[in-house]
C-alpha cells in the first residue's frame, strides 16, 4: 500500500529542485516568503517553551520541525476560508493572520486567546483528540449550502486517526461531497506512542480510500510540496469535488509538550539526525544558497523582526492579568455538579486560595 502513496516531493532534503511540475513557483520572492514566516513561528515557538520553563505561561505544545506542513498549507488559504487546528497548529494560525498575543494568552489560559482577529475564521483548538474533524466537516457543509466559495482546512495528527471522530468525519464529507480538506501532519508519534503501535497500516493516506476521497501522501518538510497540495485541494473544494486527504509526513524534534520527557521513549540521536537531514528551514537555506538568494545580513533583519515581534506579543500577554483558575470549573455546567465543587474547592485549596 506504501507503493500506492509514494512521497510527493518537490524540493529535497539538500535543496535541490527535483520535479518536472511547478517549476515557476521556485522564485526568489516566493522562497523568502516561506523562509520568512517559518523563521517568525520558529522564534516564536523556541520563545514559548522558554516562557514555559520560566513560568510565565502555562503547558505549551511545540511545533518545531513541522514549520512547513504549516506554513505552506496556511500561505495556500483565501482570507475567507475557515481554520480548524489542534493545540500544535498555532504555527499555521499565526501564518493565517492570528494575533501573536492572543496565541501566547491562550497558554496562559485566558479566553481572550480563543478570539481571532476581525474577519478571520480560526475555530479555537481542539484540544479532545479528532473533535474538530466532525466540526469542520460541519461548517463546510453549511458553506457549500450557502453557495459561498469558502473551504476548510482542518489540522490532525497521526494518533488522531484512531478517533471514531476522524472516521465520521471524513464520511460525512465525502457522502455530502463537503468541501474540506483534511491536513494530517504525520509526526509519527502519539505522545509516546510511535505509529507502528497505533496502527497497522503504514501509511494514513490510505485510510481515505475507504471513504473514496482523493488522497495523498506528501513531504511535510518540503514546503513546495505542502502548498501545491494544499492549493489543489482547496480548488477541488471549490469547484465542488469534495474533500482531499492530505498526509505530509513530518517529525517533531522537541517534547509533545512541555510536560514530557520525549527522552523516555525514544532514542534523540533520531531528532538530531533528522534534523540534520530534513529541517525544513535548513532545506529552504539550502535551496536559497544553491540560487545565490542567501543574504546573511536580509537573514539577520528578518530574524531580529520576528524576535522584536515575539517580544512585542509577549509583554502584551503580560500587561493582563493571569487566569483564575476557578474558571475551569464554572463554565462546564449552568450549575456546578457537587463532585466538580468538590474538586474546586480541592484545587483552590492547594493553590491557597479561598472558594469564591
Ligand atoms: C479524546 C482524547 N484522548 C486522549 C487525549 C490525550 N492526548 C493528547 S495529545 C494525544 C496524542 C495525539 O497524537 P497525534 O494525533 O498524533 O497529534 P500530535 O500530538 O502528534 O500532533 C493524546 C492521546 C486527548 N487530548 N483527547
Ligand atoms: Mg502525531
Known sequence: MENQFPIQQFLDPQGNWISENHQELLTEE??????????????????????????????????????????????????????????????????????????????????????????????????????????????????????????????????????????????????????????????????????????????????????????????????????????????????GQGPTLIEAVTWRYGAHTTADDPSKYRDQQESTNRREESDPLLRLERCMKQNGWFNEEWVNKITNDAVQEVEQAVEEMEAYVKPDPAMIFDYVYQEITPSLAKQKKALLHMLGGDEQ
Do not use: C
Not at 84 to 109: E, K
Not at 174 to 201: D, G, R
Open 30 to 239: 516566493r522562497t523568502k516568503e516561506f523562509y520568512q514566516q517559518m523563521i517568525r513561528i520558529r522564534t516564536f515557538d523556541r520563545k514559548a517553551v522558554s516562557l514555559q520553563r520560566q513560568g510565565r505561561i502555562g503547558t505549551y505544545a511545540a511545533f518545531e520541525g513541522q514549520e512547513a506542513s504549516q506554513v505552506g498549507s496556511a500561505l495556500a488559504l483565501n482570507k475567507k476560508d475557515w481554520i480548524f487546528p489542534t493545540y500544535r497548529d498555532h504555527g499555521a494560525t499565526m501564518t493565517f493572520g492570528h494575533s501573536l498575543r492572543n496565541v501566547l494568552l491562550f497558554w496562559n489560559g485566558r479566553n481572550e486567546g480563543n478570539i481571532p482577529p476581525e474577519g478571520l475564521n480560526i475555530f479555537p483548538p481542539g484540544i479532545p483528540i479528532a473533535t474538530q474533524l466532525p466540526h469542520a466537516v460541519g461548517a463546510a457543509f453549511a458553506e457549500k449550502r450557502k453557495g459561498t466559495k469558502k473551504a476548510v482546512i482542518t489540522y490532525f495528527g497521526d494518533g488522531a486517526t484512531s478517533e471514531g471522530d476522524f472516521h465520521e468525519g471524513l464520511n460525512f464529507a465525502s457522502v455530502f461531497s463537503s468541501p474540506v480538506v483534511f491536513f494530517n501532519q504525520n509526526n509519527q508519534y502519539a505522545i509516546s506512542v510511535p505509529m507502528s503501535k497505533q496502527m497497522k497500516t503504514k501509511t494514513i493516506a490510505q485510510k481515505g480510500l475507504a471513504y473514496d476521497i482523493p488522497s495523498v501522501r506528501i513531504d511535510g518538510n518540503d514546503v513546495f510540496s505542502v502548498y501545491v497540495h494544499t492549493l489543489e485541494a482547496l480548488e477541488r473544494a471549490r469547484a
